[in-house]
């Protein structure tokens, strides 16, 4: 199969000198996981929703404390960027992404961009394939975990040293909850000002005493925690169903990974990496 028959087109893109808060929105409305950076259309750079979480994380001076609708997209983006041909065969995209360990590759046809194929169009690629094997035979058995009153800050630090897109959390049983993602860290972490502790306010309102009028007195701030901001009810999987199921799971519910689950442990985490180790 060529690239041209599995790519996603068209492709969101942005400009260098746009802002992080028009990629943020962008990657929000269109549902999709990274843009193109174009400058007078030529490809010159991608951002990801991974960029944009771990980023905007960083002390470095130039966009320390400045509102993300003023930080440029450059400033972000990845400029390592690696493209395939639109007549090139999938199982060369496959062998790029993982040499180079990206999810996603620009595709272009006379140098011009046309497309885009991604992990996700590769879950579609494994499932035409046919084949029978089972989710613990290519799931990963060893899974980041964290409490649920672990803070925020605990998480993200969790994520970068395990190099995980992901992490379950468990309640004072180790049963699994709840999951954080890169996906909703993008979000929620390009908001606050980088170095600061992310944190919550809850305002307690009481009546005035004329007109009852709805007034803020207080407001208290406390630390995000990961329940605050982990997704729940969980979508799981047992590590004896077909990999094909937990790959269509994953298209239909647009998630990146599935904690395996068995006997109401958990057990392992199928991700879309595990399909491209698969096939590579």
Do not use: Q
Request: aromatic share 4%; glycine share 4%; net charge negative.
């Amino acid at each position: 199969m060529r690239v041209e028959e599995l790519m996603s087109s068209p492709v969101f893109c942005v400009n260098p000198e746009d802002s992080v808060a028009h990629a943020r929105n962008l990657l929000l409305s269109k549902k999709v996981g990274r843009l193109v950076v174009v400058r007078e259309e030529e490809p010159v750079g991608i951002v990801t929703k991974t960029d944009l979480a771990r980023r905007l994380r960083e002390s470095a001076p130039e966009w320390r404390r400045r509102p993300i609708d003023r930080i440029p997209v450059k400033l972000v983006m990845s400029e390592r960027l690696i493209t395939i041909r639109s007549d090139a065969d999938v199982e060369e995209a496959i062998k790029l992404m993982r040499e180079h360990e990206i999810e996603g590759l620009p595709v272009l046809e006379d140098e011009r961009l046309v497309g885009i194929i991604t992990s996700t169009d590769i879950l579609s690629y494994y499932i035409s394939k046919g084949y029978d094997e089972r989710v613990r035979d290519i799931m990963k058995s060893e899974v980041p975990v964290v409490h649920r009153y672990h803070s925020l800050n605990s998480v993200i630090e969790e994520m970068e040293e395990k190099d995980a897109k992901r992490v379950i959390v468990v309640d004072a049983g180790n049963v699994p909850i709840g999951i954080i993602t890169t996906s909703s860290l993008a979000y929620l972490t390009v908001i606050k000002t980088s170095g600061e502790v992310p944190e919550k306010e809850v305002k307690f309102v009481r009546k005035s005493e004329s007109g009852g009028r709805r007034i803020y007195r207080d407001v208290h701030r406390f630390i995000l925690v990961a329940e605050d901001v982990m997704s729940s009810p969980l979508i799981t999987i047992s590590p004896e169903e077909k990999a094909s199921k937990a790959a269509s799971i994953m298209l239909k519910e647009r998630i990146g990974g599935l904690p395996v689950i068995e006997d109401r442990e958990l057990v392992g985490l199928i991700e879309k990496r595990c399909f491209l180790e698969r096939l590579g």
